[in-house]
Protein backbone atom coordinates (compact mmCIF):
# COMPACT_ATOMS: atom_id res chain seq x y z
CA UNK A 1 0.00 0.00 0.00
CA UNK A 2 2.67 2.70 -1.07
CA UNK A 3 0.15 5.36 -2.06
CA UNK A 4 -4.15 5.68 -1.26
CA UNK A 5 -6.25 8.38 -3.04
CA UNK A 6 -9.58 9.34 -2.03
CA UNK A 7 -12.31 11.85 -2.06
CA UNK A 8 -14.42 11.92 0.71
CA UNK A 9 -18.26 11.65 -0.61
CA UNK A 10 -21.38 13.35 1.73
CA UNK A 11 -22.39 10.69 3.47
CA UNK A 12 -19.01 10.11 5.25
CA UNK A 13 -18.30 13.84 6.85
CA UNK A 14 -17.88 14.27 10.31
CA UNK A 15 -16.57 10.64 10.61
CA UNK A 16 -13.41 10.32 12.46
CA UNK A 17 -10.58 9.87 10.19
CA UNK A 18 -8.35 7.79 11.21
CA UNK A 19 -11.72 4.66 11.59
CA UNK A 20 -12.80 6.32 7.85
CA UNK A 21 -9.40 5.19 6.35
CA UNK A 22 -9.11 1.66 7.74
CA UNK A 23 -13.22 1.32 6.47
CA UNK A 24 -12.14 2.21 2.77
CA UNK A 25 -8.44 1.28 2.26
CA UNK A 26 -8.83 -2.76 2.90
CA UNK A 27 -5.06 -3.36 4.06
CA UNK A 28 -5.09 -0.63 6.47
CA UNK A 29 -6.16 -1.29 10.38
CA UNK A 30 -7.24 1.49 12.41
CA UNK A 31 -4.44 1.54 14.63
CA UNK A 32 -1.97 1.57 11.41
CA UNK A 33 -4.24 4.61 9.96
CA UNK A 34 -3.29 6.75 13.08
CA UNK A 35 -0.51 5.86 13.25
CA UNK A 36 0.76 7.45 9.36
CA UNK A 37 -1.55 9.87 10.25
CA UNK A 38 0.53 11.04 13.06
CA UNK A 39 3.27 10.45 10.77
CA UNK A 40 2.57 12.92 8.60
CA UNK A 41 1.63 10.51 5.96
CA UNK A 42 -1.51 12.06 4.95
CA UNK A 43 -2.12 15.61 3.50
CA UNK A 44 -5.87 16.92 2.57
CA UNK A 45 -6.35 18.73 -0.65
CA UNK A 46 -2.47 19.21 -0.38
CA UNK A 47 -1.71 20.04 2.96
CA UNK A 48 -0.26 17.73 5.56
CA UNK A 49 -3.05 16.68 8.69
CA UNK A 50 -1.42 15.23 11.09
CA UNK A 51 -4.32 14.84 13.81
CA UNK A 52 -6.38 11.39 13.37
CA UNK A 53 -9.38 12.61 15.41
CA UNK A 54 -10.16 15.41 12.70
CA UNK A 55 -13.22 14.83 11.08
CA UNK A 56 -13.52 13.83 7.62
CA UNK A 57 -14.21 16.52 4.80
CA UNK A 58 -17.12 15.83 2.01
CA UNK A 59 -15.53 16.47 -1.29
CA UNK A 60 -11.41 16.62 -0.10
CA UNK A 61 -9.20 14.69 -1.66
CA UNK A 62 -7.20 12.40 0.85
CA UNK A 63 -4.06 11.49 -0.01
CA UNK A 64 -1.98 9.01 1.95
CA UNK A 65 1.81 8.02 1.30
CA UNK A 66 2.76 4.81 3.36
CA UNK A 67 6.50 3.56 3.23
CA UNK A 68 7.29 0.99 1.63
CA UNK A 69 7.09 -2.19 3.76
CA UNK A 70 9.87 -3.95 5.64
CA UNK A 71 10.66 -7.56 4.57
CA UNK A 72 9.21 -9.77 7.49
CA UNK A 73 12.26 -12.08 7.32
CA UNK A 74 15.21 -10.45 9.30
CA UNK A 75 18.48 -10.51 7.61
CA UNK A 76 21.61 -11.80 8.76
CA UNK A 77 24.00 -9.45 10.61
CA UNK A 78 27.84 -10.16 11.69
CA UNK A 79 26.85 -9.25 15.47
CA UNK A 80 29.82 -10.25 17.87
CA UNK A 81 28.29 -12.88 20.25
CA UNK A 82 29.35 -14.25 23.90
CA UNK A 83 29.21 -18.21 23.45
CA UNK A 84 29.12 -19.95 26.46
CA UNK A 85 28.29 -23.13 24.40
CA UNK A 86 27.85 -24.61 21.16
CA UNK A 87 26.42 -28.15 19.44
CA UNK A 88 24.47 -29.30 16.59
CA UNK A 89 21.23 -28.95 18.41
CA UNK A 90 21.53 -25.44 20.56
CA UNK A 91 23.50 -22.84 21.05
CA UNK A 92 24.09 -20.98 24.55
CA UNK A 93 25.02 -16.84 24.87
CA UNK A 94 25.30 -14.15 27.58
CA UNK A 95 23.30 -11.74 25.73
CA UNK A 96 24.21 -8.03 26.20
CA UNK A 97 22.54 -5.09 27.28
CA UNK A 98 20.79 -3.13 24.54
CA UNK A 99 20.82 -5.90 22.40
CA UNK A 100 16.78 -6.82 21.34
CA UNK A 101 16.01 -10.27 20.76
CA UNK A 102 13.72 -10.35 18.20
CA UNK A 103 13.24 -7.74 15.63
CA UNK A 104 10.52 -5.57 16.07
CA UNK A 105 9.03 -2.06 15.26
CA UNK A 106 11.97 0.21 15.68
CA UNK A 107 14.06 -2.61 15.94
CA UNK A 108 14.88 -4.04 12.85
CA UNK A 109 18.18 -4.61 13.33
CA UNK A 110 20.86 -5.81 15.47
CA UNK A 111 18.98 -8.34 17.50
CA UNK A 112 19.76 -11.54 18.96
CA UNK A 113 17.70 -13.33 15.90
CA UNK A 114 19.81 -10.73 13.34
CA UNK A 115 23.13 -12.15 15.00
CA UNK A 116 22.35 -15.19 15.16
CA UNK A 117 21.51 -16.20 11.58
CA UNK A 118 24.41 -15.11 10.68
CA UNK A 119 27.06 -17.11 13.12
CA UNK A 120 24.52 -20.20 12.53
CA UNK A 121 24.74 -19.73 8.34
CA UNK A 122 24.44 -23.01 6.87
CA UNK A 123 23.51 -24.88 10.82
CA UNK A 124 19.94 -23.86 10.73
CA UNK A 125 17.43 -27.20 9.13
CA UNK A 126 14.78 -25.51 9.51
CA UNK A 127 12.67 -25.06 12.50
CA UNK A 128 8.53 -25.03 10.97
CA UNK A 129 9.90 -25.33 7.76
CA UNK A 130 12.14 -22.02 8.12
CA UNK A 131 15.52 -21.27 8.21
CA UNK A 132 15.90 -19.35 11.79
CA UNK A 133 16.90 -20.08 15.60
CA UNK A 134 14.14 -21.29 17.59
CA UNK A 135 13.57 -18.78 20.36
CA UNK A 136 12.02 -20.53 22.99
CA UNK A 137 12.33 -17.55 26.06
CA UNK A 138 13.49 -13.80 26.30
CA UNK A 139 14.95 -11.18 28.33
CA UNK A 140 14.37 -7.50 28.39
CA UNK A 141 16.37 -5.54 26.10
CA UNK A 142 18.37 -4.18 29.14
CA UNK A 143 19.00 -7.14 30.69
CA UNK A 144 21.59 -9.04 30.05
CA UNK A 145 22.55 -12.52 30.91
CA UNK A 146 22.55 -16.59 29.73
CA UNK A 147 19.60 -17.39 26.84
CA UNK A 148 19.75 -20.65 25.16
CA UNK A 149 18.19 -20.79 21.40
CA UNK A 150 17.69 -24.04 19.33
CA UNK A 151 19.06 -24.89 16.18
CA UNK A 152 17.11 -27.78 15.09
CA UNK A 153 13.58 -28.82 15.33
CA UNK A 154 13.82 -31.55 17.48
CA UNK A 155 15.89 -28.88 20.31
CA UNK A 156 13.32 -26.16 19.65
CA UNK A 157 9.99 -28.91 20.68
CA UNK A 158 12.69 -30.15 23.40
CA UNK A 159 13.32 -26.91 24.68
CA UNK A 160 9.67 -25.60 24.53
CA UNK A 161 8.69 -28.33 26.06
CA UNK A 162 11.09 -27.89 29.33
CA UNK A 163 9.90 -23.84 30.11
CA UNK A 164 6.45 -24.74 29.35
CA UNK A 165 6.50 -27.26 32.28
CA UNK A 166 8.79 -24.99 34.25
CA UNK A 167 11.73 -27.32 34.15
CA UNK A 168 14.12 -25.25 33.90
CA UNK A 169 17.07 -23.49 36.40
CA UNK A 170 16.97 -19.92 36.15
CA UNK A 171 18.88 -17.14 38.64
CA UNK A 172 18.53 -13.69 38.55
CA UNK A 173 20.95 -11.28 39.66
CA UNK A 174 19.23 -7.75 40.94
CA UNK A 175 20.14 -4.91 43.14
CA UNK A 176 17.35 -3.43 44.65
CA UNK A 177 16.64 0.48 45.59
CA UNK A 178 15.46 -0.29 49.20
CA UNK A 179 15.66 -3.79 50.40
CA UNK A 180 12.17 -6.38 50.80
CA UNK A 181 10.87 -7.58 54.44
CA UNK A 182 11.24 -9.96 54.88
CA UNK A 183 14.65 -10.46 53.42
CA UNK A 184 14.50 -13.49 51.71
CA UNK A 185 10.55 -15.16 50.60
CA UNK A 186 8.23 -15.98 47.60
CA UNK A 187 5.84 -13.66 45.86
CA UNK A 188 2.89 -15.20 44.27
CA UNK A 189 1.00 -12.55 42.44
CA UNK A 190 -0.57 -12.66 39.24
CA UNK A 191 0.45 -10.22 36.26
CA UNK A 192 -1.62 -8.73 33.38
CA UNK A 193 -1.02 -6.01 31.03
CA UNK A 194 -1.92 -2.51 33.05
CA UNK A 195 -5.18 -0.74 32.01
CA UNK A 196 -3.47 2.36 31.42
CA UNK A 197 0.31 1.57 29.87
CA UNK A 198 0.07 -1.53 27.17
CA UNK A 199 3.80 -1.18 27.58
CA UNK A 200 4.02 -2.28 31.05
CA UNK A 201 2.47 -5.19 33.22
CA UNK A 202 0.84 -4.69 36.47
CA UNK A 203 0.34 -7.22 39.56
CA UNK A 204 -3.66 -8.45 39.49
CA UNK A 205 -6.19 -10.79 41.36
CA UNK A 206 -6.04 -13.87 39.06
CA UNK A 207 -9.92 -13.86 39.46
CA UNK A 208 -10.58 -10.20 38.52
CA UNK A 209 -8.47 -10.62 34.31
CA UNK A 210 -9.35 -13.04 31.84
CA UNK A 211 -5.59 -12.69 30.70
CA UNK A 212 -4.24 -12.92 34.32
CA UNK A 213 -1.36 -15.57 33.97
CA UNK A 214 0.26 -17.03 37.14
CA UNK A 215 3.30 -15.61 38.37
CA UNK A 216 6.10 -17.19 41.32
CA UNK A 217 9.17 -15.38 41.84
CA UNK A 218 11.66 -16.47 44.59
CA UNK A 219 13.86 -14.03 46.63
CA UNK A 220 16.81 -14.00 49.43
CA UNK A 221 18.71 -10.94 50.24
CA UNK A 222 22.44 -11.50 49.26
CA UNK A 223 24.02 -8.78 50.84
CA UNK A 224 22.61 -5.27 51.91
CA UNK A 225 24.43 -2.00 51.35
CA UNK A 226 24.15 1.60 53.40
CA UNK A 227 21.39 2.59 55.67
CA UNK A 228 17.94 4.50 54.49
CA UNK A 229 18.35 6.99 57.58
CA UNK A 230 20.48 7.41 60.70
CA UNK A 231 18.24 5.74 63.20
CA UNK A 232 16.78 2.44 61.43
CA UNK A 233 18.43 -0.51 60.24
CA UNK A 234 16.48 -0.57 56.78
CA UNK A 235 19.10 -0.87 54.31
CA UNK A 236 19.61 1.97 51.50
CA UNK A 237 19.90 -0.74 48.59
CA UNK A 238 20.54 -4.93 48.42
CA UNK A 239 21.47 -7.69 46.09
CA UNK A 240 18.97 -9.60 45.42
CA UNK A 241 19.06 -13.84 44.14
CA UNK A 242 15.93 -14.50 42.15
CA UNK A 243 14.15 -17.90 40.95
CA UNK A 244 12.01 -18.16 38.68
CA UNK A 245 9.25 -20.59 38.84
CA UNK A 246 7.23 -19.12 36.27
CA UNK A 247 8.71 -16.84 33.46
CA UNK A 248 6.37 -14.04 32.27
CA UNK A 249 7.25 -10.17 30.81
CA UNK A 250 8.97 -8.56 32.94
CA UNK A 251 8.00 -11.24 36.07
CA UNK A 252 10.95 -9.85 38.45
CA UNK A 253 11.20 -6.21 38.05
CA UNK A 254 7.30 -6.20 38.65
CA UNK A 255 7.37 -8.17 41.44
CA UNK A 256 10.31 -6.34 43.20
CA UNK A 257 8.60 -3.36 42.43
CA UNK A 258 5.09 -4.75 43.87
CA UNK A 259 7.11 -5.93 47.33
CA UNK A 260 8.80 -2.17 47.57
CA UNK A 261 12.29 -2.62 46.62
CA UNK A 262 12.31 -1.73 42.73
CA UNK A 263 15.10 -2.19 40.70
CA UNK A 264 17.70 0.45 40.33
CA UNK A 265 17.81 2.02 36.68
CA UNK A 266 14.78 0.70 36.01
CA UNK A 267 12.71 3.03 33.58
CA UNK A 268 9.39 1.39 33.63
CA UNK A 269 8.87 -0.13 37.16
CA UNK A 270 11.54 2.28 39.14
CA UNK A 271 9.75 5.51 40.70
CA UNK A 272 13.11 7.26 41.45
CA UNK A 273 17.00 7.19 39.90
CA UNK A 274 19.29 6.34 42.21
CA UNK A 275 19.00 5.38 46.18
CA UNK A 276 18.24 7.44 49.04
CA UNK A 277 20.68 6.82 51.94
CA UNK A 278 22.14 7.80 55.08
CA UNK A 279 25.67 9.13 55.22
CA UNK A 280 28.78 11.33 53.52
CA UNK A 281 32.30 11.17 52.33
CA UNK A 282 33.71 9.65 49.07
CA UNK A 283 32.18 6.39 49.57
CA UNK A 284 28.92 7.70 49.89
CA UNK A 285 28.65 10.11 46.81
CA UNK A 286 30.77 7.32 44.71
CA UNK A 287 27.62 4.72 45.87
CA UNK A 288 25.23 7.21 45.19
CA UNK A 289 26.51 8.12 41.81
CA UNK A 290 26.63 5.32 40.32
CA UNK A 291 23.12 4.20 40.97
CA UNK A 292 22.40 7.48 39.29
CA UNK A 293 24.16 6.82 36.35
CA UNK A 294 22.69 3.75 36.14
CA UNK A 295 20.84 4.06 32.39
CA UNK A 296 19.05 0.71 32.78
CA UNK A 297 17.46 -2.00 35.23
CA UNK A 298 19.80 -3.64 37.23
CA UNK A 299 19.20 -6.89 36.24
CA UNK A 300 21.64 -10.18 35.04
CA UNK A 301 20.26 -13.76 34.19
CA UNK A 302 23.08 -15.31 35.98
CA UNK A 303 22.34 -18.83 35.77
CA UNK A 304 20.34 -21.09 33.34
CA UNK A 305 20.17 -25.18 33.86
CA UNK A 306 18.45 -28.17 32.13
CA UNK A 307 18.19 -31.48 30.77
CA UNK A 308 19.87 -31.10 26.82
CA UNK A 309 16.38 -32.18 24.67
CA UNK A 310 18.33 -33.84 22.14
CA UNK A 311 21.49 -35.84 24.33
CA UNK A 312 19.50 -35.72 27.44
CA UNK A 313 22.65 -34.59 29.61
CA UNK A 314 22.32 -31.93 32.24
CA UNK A 315 23.26 -28.79 31.11
CA UNK A 316 24.31 -25.21 33.76
CA UNK A 317 25.33 -22.08 32.38
CA UNK A 318 26.48 -18.98 34.71
CA UNK A 319 27.30 -16.26 33.26
CA UNK A 320 29.55 -13.26 34.70
CA UNK A 321 27.91 -9.84 35.96
CA UNK A 322 28.27 -7.16 33.38
CA UNK A 323 30.20 -4.24 34.09
CA UNK A 324 27.91 -1.89 34.86
CA UNK A 325 26.48 -3.99 37.25
CA UNK A 326 30.26 -5.08 39.09
CA UNK A 327 31.01 -1.73 39.44
CA UNK A 328 27.46 -0.43 40.82
CA UNK A 329 27.45 -3.38 43.53
CA UNK A 330 31.54 -2.67 44.07
CA UNK A 331 30.10 1.10 45.05
CA UNK A 332 27.38 0.18 47.20
CA UNK A 333 29.31 -2.56 49.11
CA UNK A 334 32.54 0.27 50.20
CA UNK A 335 29.46 2.32 52.29
CA UNK A 336 29.59 2.07 55.60
CA UNK A 337 25.93 0.07 57.61
Not at 115 to 132: M, S
Amino acid sequence: MPSENLIAEPIHAGLRLDLWLSQHIESLSRSRAKALILAGALDVDGQILTDPRAKVLAGSAYNLQAPEPVPATPEAEDIALDILYEDEDLIVVNKAAGMAVHPAPGTWSGTLVNALLHHCAGQLPGIGGVERPGIVHRLDKLTTGVMVAAKTEAAHAGLSKLFATHDIERVYLAVTRGAPRPLSGSIDAALARSKTDRKKMAVVKDTERADAKTAITHYKAQACYGRLDKDSGLPAAALMKCRLETGRTHQIRVHMSHIGAPLIGDPVYGRHRGIKSYGSGAAFITATSRARAMTRQALHASVLGFIHPVSQEPLHFEAPLPADMSALIEALGAMAR
